[in-house]
């Protein structure tokens, strides 16, 4: 079964520092990978799909790759700002796009400090 | 292009009771996925409606059941209800199958289910 991992699970940086989030799964047999972005309490917001044919997808400040062999996904933000502070959530798709399941992680909850 | 729906917002509940949740889709999609949140976890898929038939189902017992109605939206019901199914229910929409669906998934705000 596919497990999915996030690392860390809380990070702290000051505003304006660039940081990275790590994402690992088990199975490389996937679809695609997509990042969300999860606010207290709130619903889920896409914020990069990458198909597994793809290396990165870049939105802004905010920049995915992905290396399928070793299982691995990073999520690049740049500059980050008090308005990144939220939970962020890598999900993989096993199978063809009409597939049924997402497979998520727990998340990295990012705090960005004033 | 209006974005996924989902009533109600927040809702309580006891234990044995039942519970419809609703959602409508993204405009142009035409698959429903419902997925369970606990707090502090990722979602959990719970099924999948494609055409208004479940195509696909996560490790959840009979009583979590679906419909998916012409329009496209749905609805998640969960009957005897009990403590643990206290979580927030994700309901995504997607276009489903074809050579430009993408896969990817837009999630409406959910519904706070607690169970007392």
């Known amino acids: 079964k596919q497990e999915v991992t996030q690392i860390p699970a809380a990070l702290s940086v000051p505003e304006g520092e660039n940081l990275v989030l790590n994402c690992s799964f088990t199975d490389s047999a996937i679809y695609n990978l997509q990042w969300f972005r999860q606010d207290p309490g709130k619903g889920l917001t896409s914020l990069l799909l990458?198909?597994?044919?793809?290396r990165e997808q870049t939105s802004g400040r905010l920049n995915a790759s992905l290396d399928k062999s070793s299982g691995r996904s990073t999520l690049y933000i740049a500059a980050s700002q008090p308005g990144d502070s939220a939970t962020y959530l890598c999900a993989v798709r096993e199978g063809g796009a009409g597939a049924n399941n997402l497979f998520f992680g727990t998340g990295t909850r990012l705090t960005v400090i004033p | 292009e209006t974005g996924v729906t989902q009533s109600p917002t927040h809702l309580i509940k006891t234990r044995g009771q039942q519970v419809t949740l609703r959602c409508s889709s993204q405009?142009?999609?035409?698959?429903v996925s419902w997925y369970q949140q606990a707090l502090g976890q990722g979602p959990q898929f719970i099924f999948q409606?494609?055409?208004?038939?479940?195509?696909g189902r996560g490790n959840f017992p009979p009583r979590f059941s679906g419909l998916q109605f012409p329009n496209y939206s749905s609805e998640l019901n969960v009957n005897a209800l009990e403590l643990d199914d206290s979580a927030l229910y994700l309901c995504a929409s997607s276009k489903g199958q074809g050579p430009t669906n993408t896969g990817e998934l837009f999630f409406g705000e959910g519904s706070r289910l607690t169970v007392l």
């Open positions: 990458i198909q597994s044919s793809q």
């Open positions: 409606y494609y055409r208004e038939e479940e195509n």
């Open positions: 405009s142009g999609h035409n698959t």
